[in-house]
C-alpha cells in the first residue's frame, strides 16, 4: 500500500472500504461477546514478537519483558473471556505503560530496520487492532512519517490531551467528546516530499508546515465483531459530539516559510468532514489555549524536491519554527492539518505529485490515504529519473 500524502483526494471515493471479514464468530464466552479467531491469535504472535524486541530483559525484580508480558496476558484474557469494556481498559493500560517505558528510554530498538519509535507505534497499532479498535496497519502509514503519538483517552467524562513526542502539535478533548472510550493516533508528515506551498490538504490554497495527521477511533458497539471499514488516510474522520482543540507549529524561515506579510493570516485547516474534495477551516482559529505545546526557534528541517530549480543553497533552506509559532483552532473532527493562506487563491503546486515513493506493490491497489499505488508510482520522479523545471 502506499504510505504516500493525499493529493488525489478523489480517488479515495471508491476505495474506502477495507473488509475485516478474517475475524471469526465464535463467542469465546457466555458474557463476553468477543470472538476468538485464526486473525486474534496472528495478532497476539505479532505482539508478543514485538513485546520481545523492545522490551529487554532487565533484574529479577523489575524485568520489563515480563511485566509487559503479563500485562498482555491480561489483556488478553480480558479480550477472549469478558468484556469489550475490561478489554479496551487492560489494553488501553499496556499502552500507556508501553509510552511510559519508551518516554523514560528504557526501550530497545526492534530487529531490522525499524527505530524504536517506529516499532512502539506498531506495537500500539496492534493492540488497537487487537481490542477491536478500527486502526490501520503499521505498513500504511506513510514512509518518511515521524513523530507517533498513540494517546488512549479512557473515560469519554473526563477531559483528555494528547501531545506529539516532539511537543510540536497537540490535541484537547473536554468532557464527552467521544461517545465512550476513544484514541488519538497522530504522525508528522515529511513536509519536504512537498513543494514550497504545497502540502497534504486537498486545495490550491497555499499550505505552510509543519503537516501532521490525527486520527480518533472508538471501538463500535458489539465489539471486535463488529468491526466496519477501516478509514482513509487524508480523508476527515473522527467526528466529535463538541469541537475539540487542535494546535501545531509553524516553520517562519525557508523555503517552506510564509511571508512576513502573510504569517498574521494564516488558518488552521483539514478535508471538509462532508466534502473531502475541499479544506475546513477550524471553528475559533487562533485559539487553543489548553493545548500546550511548544515551538521553539532554530528546529532544523530537510530540504524541498531536487526537482525544484531557483532554491538557495542547502544550508539556506533550513526550516526554523517560529517563536512562538503555535497556530490553533477547534474542529469537530480529525484528519491532516495544515496552516493555509486563505487569501492565496490558486497556488501554482503541482497537484498529484509528493515526491514519494510506494512501499507497496505496483499492483493499483490502495494506500492507507484511498490513493492507488500504481498512479502515486507513476507520478514519481524516482521511477523515471528527476528533472528540472
Request: glycine share 10%.
Amino acid at each position: 500500500m502506499s504510505r504516500t500524502p493525499i493529493f488525489l483526494a478523489a480517488l479515495a471515493a471508491g476505495f474506502l472500504f477495507i473488509g475485516c471479514s478474517d475475524r471469526g464468530a465464535s463467542p469465546s464466552g457466555p458474557e463476553s461477546g468477543l470472538i476468538v479467531s485464526d486473525h486474534d491469535e496472528a495478532l497476539a504472535g505479532q505482539i508478543r514478537e514485538l513485546i520481545d524486541d523492545l522490551f529487554p530483559e532487565t533484574k529479577e525484580k523489575n524485568n520489563l519483558n515480563r511485566a509487559a508480558n503479563n500485562q498482555f496476558d491480561a489483556a488478553e484474557k480480558a479480550c477472549h473471556q469478558k468484556s469489550q469494556e475490561e478489554c479496551t481498559e487492560k489494553v488501553f493500560s499496556l499502552i500507556d505503560f508501553v509510552n511510559e517505558k519508551h518516554d523514560e528510554g528504557k526501550l530497545l530498538d526492534p530487529d531490522g530496520p525499524q527505530t524504536t519509535d517506529e516499532g512502539v507505534f506498531e506495537l500500539n497499532l496492534l493492540l488497537l487492532q487487537f481490542a477491536g479498535f478500527d486502526v490501520p496497519d503499521f505498513s500504511d502509514v506513510p514512509e518518511d512519517a515521524t513523530d507517533f503519538n498513540v494517546q488512549p483517552c479512557l473515560d469519554p467524562a473526563e477531559v483528555c490531551l494528547a501531545i506529539v513526542p516532539s511537543g510540536f502539535s497537540g490535541v484537547f478533548l473536554p468532557e464527552f467528546a467521544c461517545d465512550g472510550p476513544c484514541v488519538l493516533v497522530a504522525f508528522r508528515y515529511d513536509e519536504t516530499n512537498f513543494f514550497p506551498t504545497d502540502g497534504p490538504l486537498p486545495t490550491d490554497l497555499d499550505q505552510f508546515p509543519l503537516f501532521y495527521d490525527w486520527a480518533k477511533y472508538e471501538v463500535e458497539e458489539g465489539g471486535v465483531d463488529a468491526l466496519g471499514a477501516a478509514r482513509s488516510l487524508g480523508l476527515a474522520q473522527g467526528e466529535f459530539n463538541v469541537p475539540v482543540e487542535v494546535a501545531l507549529c509553524v516553520v517562519e524561515e525557508g523555503a517552506y516559510a510564509p511571508a512576513d506579510e502573510i504569517e498574521g493570516r494564516l488558518e488552521l485547516a483539514h478535508p471538509d468532514p462532508d466534502n473531502p474534495d475541499e479544506i475546513e477551516f477550524g471553528i475559533d482559529n487562533g485559539n487553543s489555549p489548553n493545548v500546550p505545546i511548544e515551538c521553539p526557534e532554530n528546529l532544523s528541517g530537510g530540504d524541498p524536491p531536487t526537482v525544484l530549480t531557483g532554491l538557495a543553497p542547502a544550508g539556506e533552506r533550513r526550516l526554523t519554527l517560529a517563536s512562538p509559532g503555535k497556530l490553533g483552532s477547534a474542529f469537530t473532527a480529525m484528519s491532516p492539518f495544515a496552516a493555509v493562506d486563505p487569501e492565496s487563491g490558486e497556488s501554482v503546486s503541482v497537484s498529484g505529485f509528493d515526491g514519494t515513493r510506494s512501499r507497496a506493490p505496483l499492483d493499483g491497489g490502495t494506500g492507507f490515504d484511498g490513493t492507488s499505488t500504481l498512479v502515486n508510482a507513476l507520478l514519481d520522479p524516482d521511477n523515471f529519473g528527476a528533472s528540472g523545471t
